[in-house]
C-alpha cells in the first residue's frame, strides 16, 4: 500500500485498516459464538475493539478460551462500572495479547454484570495474572468481592478510609 | 545456607499470591517508606533476613488523589488540567489518550496541522520524561553526575515545551479538538538545533554512564525479568521492550500521524535491570529521528483546533483509547452517557501495571539491588496513585 | 518591643567606663599576676641573644621589633605549637576546610553547574564558614532508647582518633607532632580503631538503618584492612625502617611508586574504601539505608564526623605521599634567603622582612613539595567521586579480599627478587647509603 500524504488516500488506509481489523474481530466473534452460543453477548464492535458482555458464572470459562485458544495473555485494565439506574456493576477486563502478533493492536473488552447490592465475581487472577493489582483496586473503589483473589484488601486508599467504596454513584465528593 | 536458599525459593514461587509472615527472629521489617531517599513517593515494606530480601509489600496511595471520580464532576475540558497531574512531566503523553478518547465519543477528526503538533508535543515530553528517570536513576545507584547531566539536559527540552504552551511542566497543551495554541514563529529552528544538540548528549552519556564498570556490574545480570514472565505479568514500555518483546503502540497501533513517520522500536534480549536502563536511551533516540520528520512533514499552515463547545455532549457509548507515554501504553477506558460529563473515566497507566513486577523480581534479590531494580521498572509513584 | 532609652546623663556614662576600667585593673591584679608569677616557675623561657627572656625584655621588643623573631622561632619549634597549628590541627583543619570546599565547586564544574556561589563575594569562598555556623546552631536530637555516652562520645573520637592519624604525618624534616620509631605501625593501629567507632556509634542509635549501616561499614574497613597494610610492607622493606621520616628520607634518589607501582595503586584504592568515600560509600549509601550510620547525626554532631572524615582525607593522602611519592623531596626553588644578605647586616627592620631566623629555606620547601602532591592526591580522590556510582557490598567484599590481596602479594614478590639481587634496598645499587 502506497503512503501517500493526501486526505484521499488517508481515508483510503482508514478503510484497508477498518477492513483488516473487522475481519480479525469478525473470526474472533465467530469463533466465540460458535463455542459458546448465546451465553455470550456481542456489545459493540468497533476498530480494533470489540465487546462481549457474559454473565458471572461463565466468566471463567471464556476468559479460558479466550487464553488458550486465541493468544490473549495479560489485562490491559481491569475495571468496573457503577450502574445504580440498572442495580448492576459492570466489570471490564480489556484483553490484549503479546505473543499473537496479529492480535498487537486488539483489545477486547470482556465484561460481566452482577449485582450491586451484593457484588461478587470470580476472580481472573489464576488465568491472567497481570489482574491481581486491578482486580484489588476494584475492590475498594466498587465494593466487588473477587472469589478467588488472595487479597481483597485496602490498596491506594488511606489506613483509615471508613466510607463507602468511593467510585459508586452514591459517593458525593463534599461540596458537590 | 540451603535453608535459606529454600527460602528464597518459596517466597519466589509465591511471589504472585501473599506470602505468609515468618515468624522469624532473624528477619528484620524495613519500611521503604514515603520519606525515604530511595523511594520517591511510594512505601514499601521489605523484610530481610542478613542482606537478601525475603517478602515485599508495595503500598501505593501515599499521592492518590482521586482523578477518577473528579472526572465525573467535570465536562472534558475541565478533566485536562487534573488529569495531567498524575505525571507533572509527561503531560502531553498523559492528556493525550484521553483527547482521543473523547474525540472518539464525539465524532470528530483533529485537523492535520494539530495532530502533527500533538505528536511533537508527545514526543518532546517523553524525551523530558526519561531525562527525569534517569536522572533519578542515577541518584538511587549513588552517581551524582549522572543525576545532574540529563537534569541539565532536559532543560532544553523544557525550554521548547515552554515555547510551545507557556509552562514547563503540566502544559495542559492537548485538549479534546487538537492542541490549544499553534507554535511559535521561529520554533522549527529553535527545535531543531536544540534536538541535534541533545542528541550529541546521548553519545556522552552512552560513554561515561553505561559504559562505566562499576555501573554495569551492579546492573548487569540484575532483576532478570524473561520474556513469559514480562508477558505473564503484563508489564509495558520500556520494561516490556528489555525483556524482547517489540510492542509499541505507535508501531502496531498508530494514532494521528505515527503510520506516516518512520522508525524503530527498540527492544533487548537481555531482560535484565542494566537492559530496563538502557532501552530508554535508545527510545529517545529514535524520538529525536521522530521530531525531526515531525517537523519536515507538518503542513505549513491549517487549523491545529477543532472548536469545540465548552460542555460539548459525547454520544453514549464506551471506548478505550491508548498512546505510548514515557512508561508505557497509557489507556483511557471513558464511559459516556450522551452528558457533558463524561459516566466512567479509567486511566490504566504503565506504572501501575508495571509495579506488579516489583515483588516479583525484589523478593529473593539483595538489599543492595534493591534501588537498581525499583526506579529501573519505570515506576513513577503518582501516576500509579493517580 | 524596644523600651524608651532613659535620658543620657553624661555622668552616669564616665562613671560606668571609670567602674569599667576598675573592674579590669583588679582581675589582673587580684588573679592574672599571681597566675603569670606561678606559671613562669614551670614553663622554660627562651634563650634570646644570650639572655633568658624575662617580661621587661619582652616589652623591650617594642623599641627593636627584629627581637621578637627568636621568640617566634622558639615558639614555633614548642611542642604545644607543633601538634595544634603547624603539623597539628589547625594546619589540617585548614586544609580540611579547604577541601570541602574545593569538592563542591570541582564536582560542579564536572557536572556542569556552579555549586557554592552566594556566601561571600567570590564564588562563595564563605560558604564553609556559613555552613559551620548553620551546623553549630542546629538541634541535636537524639533518638529515644539511644545509649547516650556512647552517642555523645563516639562523634568526638572519631574527630580524636583523625587527629591522632593526622599527628604522624611529618611534613617536612623534623617538623612531625609525634616522632614515633614505629609511625607506620602506629597508624594503622589507629587507623583500626575507626571500625569500632562506626560500629559503637551505629548501635547506639538504636535505630535500623544506621544498624545495617554500621554493619556495612565494619565489614567494609575490616576487608580493606588487608590489603592496605599488605601493600605498605615493601615500603618498610625497602627503606627498613617503620619511621615515616626515615622512610621519606629514604626516597632520596627514587620514588618508591615507581618501584611499587601496583602497590601505590591498591593502597589508594583502599584508602578510598577506609574513607568510605564514593564508589565506596555504602555506609551511607544514601539510596538504600537512608544515611547509614550517620543517619541519626543532626547539628554539630554531624559537622564533627565530617571534620574528622576530611581530617583523615588529608592523613591518608599524606600518608601516601610519604610511603610512596617521595615525601618533601623535590627540588629546591626557595631561596636561602628571603631578602640576600639580610642577616649580616644589622639593620632591624631588614631583618624582620627577611624573616631571618623564622625562615629556614629547606623546610618551606618541603613544606611546598608535600603540599603539591597532597594536594594532588586528594584531587584524585575527589575527581573519581564525580564519575562512579556505589559499589554494592558483595562486589566490595570480593575485591577486597581477592583481588587486591593478590595483587600487593605480586608486587611484594618482584621487589623481595630485586632486593635479593642487590639492586635496590639498603644495600643495593639505587639507595642512599
Redesign the interface.
Known sequence: MEKNNTENNQTNLIEVKEEKSNLLSSSLINSITTNFGDQVKLVYKKENRSKILVSPENLVETALYLRNNHGFDHAESASGTDYPADNQIEINYHLGSYSNTDYYPYILVLSTRVDRTDPKSNSLINIFPSVEYHERETYEMLGVFFLGHPRNERFILPEDWADMPPLRKDFRIKGR | MSSLQEKIDEAKKLSLQITKETEDDRL?T?SVGPQ???SGHFRFTIKVDG?YIVFVDPDPGYVHRGHEKMCEYRNHFQNIPHLERPVIHDSCNITYAYSLAVEDLVGITVPRRGQFIRALASELSRLSYTLYWLAIY????????????PA?DRELLIDLLERLSGARVTNAFNIPGGVRNDIPYNFKEKCLAQVNYFETRLKEYED?FYN?P??R??TEGVGILTKEDAIKLGVTGSVLRASGVPFDVRKVEPYDVYDEIEFKVQYMKTCDSFARAYVPVLDMRESCHIIRQLLDKMPDSGDVREKLQFNIKSSPGETYKRVESGRGALGYHVVSDGTPRPYRVKASVGSFRNLLALPFLLTGS??????AIYWSLNYWPVEADR | MASLTPDFRFGNFVASIVWVLFVVLALVTVLILPIIFFTLFYIPLPVVDGQVLTPYLFFSMMVDPSRTLPILQFFMHTTLFKAAVFPGFVFAALIAAVTIFVERKL?AK????VGPLYAGKVEGIFQLLADGLKLLTKEIIVPSGADKPIFWLAPIMFVATAAAVVALIPVAPGWVVADVDVGLIAVFAILGFFPLIALLFSWASNS??PF?GGLRALHQMIAFEIPFFLSALPVVLLSSSLNLTEIARSQYMIWNIFLLPINAFVFFISSLAELER??F??PE????I?AGWLTETTGMIYGLIQLGSYLKLYALAGLFVILFLGGWYGPQIFPPELIPGAHESNLPLLQMLALDGVYNAITVNSVFWFLIKTIFIIFLMLVIR??????????LLHTGWYKLIVLTFINLFVVLMLIYGGIIGPEGVISIR
Request: glycine share 10%; proline share 7%; hydrophobic share 45%.
Open positions: 528484620m524495613l525515604h531517599p530511595g542482606d542515577g541518584i538511587f545507584l549513588g552517581h551524582s553526575t549522572m543525576f545532574m547531566w541539565g561515561i562505566n562499576l555501573l556490574q551492579r539483595k538489599l543492595g539491588d534493591m534501588p | 564536582l564536572m557536572q556542569l553547574r535500623k538503618y545495617i564514593i564508589p560509600d555504602l549509601a544514601e539510596s538504600e537512608v564525580g564519575i562512579n556510582p556505589r559499589i554494592r557490598i558483595d562486589i
